[in-house]
């Protein structure tokens, strides 16, 4: 499995971005994909993850309202629209790939950085 991020950039707080993976490797109907992201000095936290195949979705709670993850099934792609942004929101955005249920994301992305200047 390959996952390629991309849309990271330099946004004014209130601005927005979105952030796309593409991902390769196999089929994917029996996978969740998510995003996650690491401020600097801080540990990587989980930010959305979407079920491939229901498009089910859940959010950690201060990005709920203010980002939606989505996926293309034909092209292989998620999604990651973010508003509202905050200064907090900085970071490098990585995502990645689990089986549905499974306890661990078995592969990741290369991550792309988001800057929030206030």
């Known amino acids: 499995v390959q996952l390629q991020a991309s849309g990271g950039g330099l946004v004014q707080a209130g601005g927005s971005l979105r952030l796309s993976c593409a991902a390769s490797?196999?089929?994917?109907?029996?996978?969740?994909m998510a995003w996650f992201r690491q401020a600097p000095g801080k540990e990587r936290e989980w930010v959305a993850t979407?079920?491939?195949?229901?498009?089910?979705?859940y959010y950690e709670d201060s990005m709920k309202g203010r980002c939606t993850i989505s996926r293309d099934s034909a092209a292989n792609m998620i999604y990651l629209q973010m508003n509202s942004l905050r200064p907090e929101d900085t970071g490098v955005y990585y995502c990645?790939?689990?089986?549905?249920?499974?306890?661990?994301?078995?592969?990741w992305g290369q991550g792309t950085l988001v800057t929030v200047s206030s």
């Open positions: 490797g196999r089929t994917f109907s029996s996978y969740d």
């Open positions: 990645a790939v689990r089986r549905s249920g499974a306890m661990t994301y078995e592969a």
């Open positions: 979407i079920n491939w195949i229901r498009g089910t979705t």
